[in-house]
């Protein structure tokens, strides 16, 4: 390549770096860019010091009490350095990381059930070890359970690009705003969409592909969707939620003990202890089971 040709190539390239710059992509909040990077480190930290035999290169170095209050003084100063970002004053960020590092033993006690739900509902799980090393599962619930706990304390994005962290290693997403109750259990997982005002109780177990949607967004006058209302469903305690399943709207509910089969389409509510399934070529109906056509 010649000069010329060297030189001919920089004047278009900045010609057209000139044009694109007139094009605004300036960011709002532009003391956030580069915080991805310290959200995943504080996760990191703060998952070696919940499992600290599980995760981590250097695991095997401390004895478990040393390990985990090295751990946590990393993930400590990793959070706060974070929310101070989005928190108005260093002393509120100092005090919100102190609130969910003193939530860990809370939110650990949690996810031994959710441990406890995945080992007991997989035959094919031989040890909670490997449900917690293996399931994808487990460290999307492990991220949400701590990024609902800063949702809770009204901090504002970190939240998010904690459970997005998860959605991209995992491809199972949680907003931070649902409310999930304990021994939660996802199997599988690919594709699970849990919105944000979700509710789920205890004792719920999910296959792949299941959708906890929105059925359709009220409007202002701007044409913008409102926000802050109720726009996902409602799911009760022991409901088995098979694969392909959409349940969507803020006014379904899924009574206890429902079973809701695969590739049903919900948008109305169940009663507690009702069965749905899409209705199988050529079979009867079974007396005490709803069952709709096709995926309707």
Known sequence: MTMQTKGAKAAHLEKLAAKMT????????????????????????????MFPYHFGKARARFVETEKRTYELMRAFDALEQTLELVIKTPDEATEITYDLIDSLPDILEVLKTDIQAGYEGDPAATSPDEFIITYPSFYAIAVYRIA?????????????????QAHQIT???????????????????????????????DHVKIYQHVTLGAKSFDLAEDGTPVKGIKRHPDIGNNVVIYSGATILGGDTVIGDDCVVGGNVWLTHSLKPGETITTKPCGQELTEGRREVEGSK
């Open 22 to 49: 007139e094009i605004d992509t300036r960011p709002n909040d532009g003391h956030l860019l580069g915080m991805q990077g310290q959200v995943e480190e504080a996760l990191d930290h703060l998952m070696r010091s």
């Open 171 to 201: 491809g199972i997403d949680i907003h931070p705003g649902a409310k999930i109750g304990s021994y939660f259990f996802i199997d599988h997982g690919t594709g699970v969409v849990i919105g944000e005002t979700t509710t789920i109780g």
């Open 148 to 164: 609902h706990r800063l949702h809770e304390l009204g901090v504002p994005m970190i939240p998010r690009l904690m459970t997005e």
